[in-house]
Nanobody, 126 residues
Framework: QVQLVESGGGLVQPGGSLRLSCVAS????????MGWYRQAPGKQRELVAS???????KYADSVKGRFTISSGTAKNTVYLQMNNLKPEDTAVYYC????????????????????WGQGTQVTVSS
C-alpha cells in the first residue's frame, strides 16, 4: 500500500502564497501521475491539478494561472505552488497517485473508498 503525506498548509491572507508538498512511500512500483485534490466543507473532493511523469500538467479552471504543480527530483514527490490565494481556495488539500488517464480526466479518479492521506488544511482569510 502507498502512504501519502501532505504538508505545507496554513493560514494566509487573500493574495498570499503557499507551497504544498506531498511524499508517497510504501509499495510503489511505478507512479504514472500525481494529483492534488481539495475538499471544502460540505463539498465534494475535486481535482485541482495533476502532473504526468512526462511533465504534462492539467489544472481546474478555478486555479489556472495561480497554481503550479511540479514533480520533485524523486518520482514519488509532488508540489503545489499556490499564488494569489482566494477565500474560495480554503479547503483540505490531498495528493494522490493516479494513472495517466485519471490525471487527464479521461477516467474517474480515486474515490472515498480508496486510501487517502491526512491532508493539509489551507485557510485563506483576512
Amino acid at each position: 500500500q502507498v502512504q501519502l503525506v501532505e504538508s505545507g498548509g496554513g493560514l494566509v491572507q487573500p493574495g498570499g502564497s503557499l507551497r504544498l508538498s506531498c511524499v508517497a512511500s510504501g509499495t510503489i512500483l511505478n507512479i504514472d501521475a500525481m494529483g492534488w485534490y481539495r475538499q471544502a466543507p460540505g463539498k465534494q473532493r475535486e481535482l485541482v491539478a495533476s502532473v504526468i511523469s512526462g511533465g504534462n500538467t492539467k489544472y481546474a479552471d478555478s486555479v489556472k494561472g495561480r497554481f503550479t504543480i511540479s514533480s520533485g527530483t524523486a518520482k514519488n514527490t509532488v508540489y503545489l505552488q499556490m499564488n494569489n490565494l482566494k477565500p474560495e481556495d480554503t479547503a483540505v488539500y490531498y495528493c494522490h497517485h493516479l494513472s495517466t488517464a485519471q490525471a487527464m480526466g479521461i477516467l474517474p479518479g480515486p474515490t472515498d473508498y480508496d486510501y487517502w492521506g491526512q491532508g493539509t488544511q489551507v485557510t485563506v482569510s483576512s
